[in-house]
């Protein structure tokens, strides 16, 4: 590895500190001292005019099953993310036994929306524990991993069917904190749990059967590593819930001595985002540590009958033709025979956060070009429908390609957004990259809070936007080795000209191995982005290099 010098940027050194023009050295992958380059055999790189930052953290994804085959996580280093956190709300891809993988797929489809048909392609699970699984993907990243072990995916490999039961013994306990404990020293980063998720039978996932005690003691377990997080999804549909979820969380906390994270916090009225942050002030002030997760965009999301989707989970009947192969599903969404159960059973929902609220987007045949840009709650009170009847005569037209798309109802308040981003108790970063790819890409907060925040609306300084990407969620998140360009740290860095960084629209491409396409966001703007002293991306694009880590 050849010396770098990254010579006359604007330094915004992710510590929150004022920017400064200078020089940053690299040497061995880590940054330093620029005088100690030795600049007649080193890689020089013309910064003026350009933000040189540390690159980005992404604490937020489910890139798991994709690193299989793609160990870049595209397109996150697109947009500046140098490290992003695996395995969140209770789902990774070990501890799995051979017959449990059939269980651990039917989660994922479920609740992060991957394919079976994807795992089929292109996830070979010839790992069983966690160190194993760490193994296979380490020595092909491109990006940095932090690699979070689900607790319904332990909770499962010990006690099977029964972790969606019942409470676990002694026995059980210490066998699933002998799992933590080996996980954490083949370099996990923490456990993610969760209150509210349900499996492909409607059942709520093993986590959610774990007393206090099953908790303390597997975050306990962790922390003896040294280091360690507890990231949790609240119950979210009950807000009596969610504060109980955030009061564990800082009983959690103090009976571990660890952080503790809960995802999403969003600025939607109706959701009681104050009393969120009133109860979040709450276990600060008994000296637990506990964080929000917000995003910057709104929760803007799309829905193809032709692919998933979770908006339609509380409508059996559709889930169940959801669930069928896409032939066998045309066939059933056409059937008369099932027309009226479908209509009957999707009702408009409240908060404006349903279907009857999205508004047609791609169409395919000439019949549907009317609609493209109308809502379906107008289309369906014109021509005298009800909602599900709308939704079947579009999409039968159109192969059941149509894009119905829900935009700007969640988290659209940018005034209140940019608080909650800025806030003390939350942490930038609910992306859900790698997951939900059909409706949405995760991908680009980082860019949007650049071009918009900082850039366009002027409501952050690009210091504390960058020290909220950066040296803030490093340091909270365990990952004390880089965030900064301090000497010595992990030499991560992005170099970028802020008055072109920007995001581009959603594009639906099909690039994803078994049977699925996914959306994706682009990046204009960024120069190069190095991860551990090696550049892996530039305007041009994707280089050979993949100097990625188990963070």
């Known amino acids: 590895m050849s010396d770098t010098l990254i010579r006359g940027g604007t330094i915004v050194d992710g510590t929150g500190a004022a920017a400064r023009m200078g020089d940053i050295g690299i040497r061995d992958g880590r940054i330093s001292d620029p005088a100690a380059v030795d600049l007649g055999t080193a890689r020089i790189i013309d910064a003026a005019g350009k933000i040189v930052a540390p690159g980005f953290v992404d604490i937020h994804t489910h890139f798991d099953p994709q690193l299989c085959w793609d160990g870049l996580a595209t397109p996150s280093l697109e947009h500046g993310v140098t490290t992003i956190v695996t395995g969140n709300c209770s789902l990774s891809l070990a501890p799995v036994k051979p017959d449990g993988t059939a ?65 676990a013994t002694t026995e059980e306990i210490d066998a699933m904190c002998r799992i933590v404990e080996e996980a954490m ?62 009061r564990e969380l800082g009983d959690i906390s103090l009976a571990a001595n660890i952080p503790c994270s809960l995802q999403p916090i969003l600025a939607q009225p109706g959701l009681g985002v104050e009393e969120q942050l009133k109860v979040l ?41 959801m669930d069928l192969p896409l032939d066998e599903r045309r066939a059933a969404f056409a059937d008369p025979a099932n027309r009226a159960p479908l209509v009957e059973q999707m009702v408009p929902r409240s908060r404006g956060f349903g279907i009857a609220a999205m508004e047609v987007g791609d169409v395919y045949s000439d019949i549907n070009q009317k609609y493209r840009g109308r809502k379906l709650a107008e289309i369906a009170e014109s021509e005298g429908k009800a909602i599900g009847e709308v939704v079947l005569d579009l999409a039968n037209a159109d192969n059941l390609d149509t894009e119905f798309a829900l935009i700007g109802v969640m988290n659209a308040d940018q005034e209140a957004v940019a608080r909650l981003i800025d806030h003390p108790l939350c942490h930038f970063g609910a992306s859900d990259a790698g997951a939900h790819i059909t409706q949405f890409c995760g991908t680009g907060d980082t860019t949007y809070m650049l071009q918009h925040y900082v850039r366009e609306s002027g409501r952050i300084p690009l210091e504390r936007a960058v020290y909220r990407m950066t040296g803030e969620v490093a340091e909270d998140w365990g990952l004390t080795d880089r965030g900064t360009l301090v ?6 860095v992005v170099i970028f000209d802020l008055d072109k960084v920007a995001i581009t629209k959603n594009e639906f491409v099909d690039d994803f191995p078994g049977e699925a396409r996914r959306y994706m966001r682009r990046a204009t703007g960024y120069e190069q982005v190095i991860v551990n002293g090696e550049v892996v991306y530039d305007a041009a694009g994707y280089k050979t290099a993949r100097p990625g880590k188990i963070v």
Do not use: C
């Not at 000497?487 to 991560?492: M, Q």
């Open 185 to 246: 020293a083949a370099g996990a980063l923490g456990i993610s749990s969760s209150y509210l998720d349900i499996d492909e039978n409607m059942k709520p996932v093993p986590s959610r059967f774990a007393n206090i005690d099953e908790k303390i003691a597997l975050a306990k377990a962790m922390a003896a590593s040294g280091r360690g997080l507890w990231q949790v999804v609240p119950y979210i549909v009950d807000q009596a819930q969610v504060d109980a979820n955030i």
């Open 487 to 492: 000497e010595g740290r992990a030499a991560d």
């Open 281 to 321: 002030a709450e276990q600060r002030d008994r000296g637990a540590r506990v964080y929000g997760q917000t995003m910057p965009r709104a929760f803007d999301m799309a829905m193809r009958l032709s692919e998933t989707s979770m908006l339609l989970y509380g409508y059996p009947k559709w889930k169940a033709i």
């Open 103 to 167: 269980k651990l797929i039917s989660m994922f489809q479920v609740i992060e929306d991957i394919k079976k048909p994807t795992f089929d392609a292109a996830v070979p699970f010839s790992w069983e524990t966690f160190p194993e699984y760490l193994d296979f993907i380490r020595g092909s990243l491109g990006v940095n991993v932090g690699a979070l072990m689900g607790h319904s995916a332990i909770r499962y490999y010990v006690m099977g069917a029964e972790s969606q039961e019942r409470a």
